[in-house]
């Protein structure tokens, strides 16, 4: 089991960045796949962004060319840099972690989660 810690959540202007940092324990992140995932109000949880253990990454559509995922030299962070807020990208995000498929950006193929932090775009 791992512990994940999100942070760097926050309210920006559209057009905005933020960079969202995952504090993981328990376990390195060179083992596991991890992924970031977001849950509006009234809406599913949807993947963001996924990268496995070859740092090979996968995004959703609607934050390709705007988001990042990536991992520190420790491996023991989890980071989504975001650019070009849009209000539509206002969510709860999500750290997850011990996922079994590559690149997946399907919840419930992982069994850890952070409690979320809070991304606010407004217009």
């Known amino acids: 089991q791992v512990q994940l810690v999100e942070s760097g959540g926050g309210s920006v202007q559209s057009g905005g960045s933020l960079r969202l940092s995952c504090a993981a324990s328990?376990?390195?992140?060179?083992?596991?796949?991890m992924a970031w995932f977001r849950q509006a109000p009234g809406k599913e949880r949807e993947g963001v962004a996924a990268?496995?253990?070859?740092?090979?990454?996968n995004y959703a559509d609607s934050v390709k060319g705007r988001f990042t995922i990536s991992q520190d030299n420790a491996k023991n962070t989890l980071y989504l840099q975001m650019n070009s807020l849009k209000p539509e990208d206002t969510a709860m995000y999500y750290c997850a972690a011990d996922g079994r498929i590559s690149g997946s950006l399907i919840p419930m193929t992982y069994n850890s989660w952070g409690q979320g932090t809070q991304v606010t775009v407004s217009s």
């Open positions: 328990g376990y390195t992140y060179s083992s596991y796949y």
């Open positions: 990268i496995d253990s070859d740092r090979s990454t």
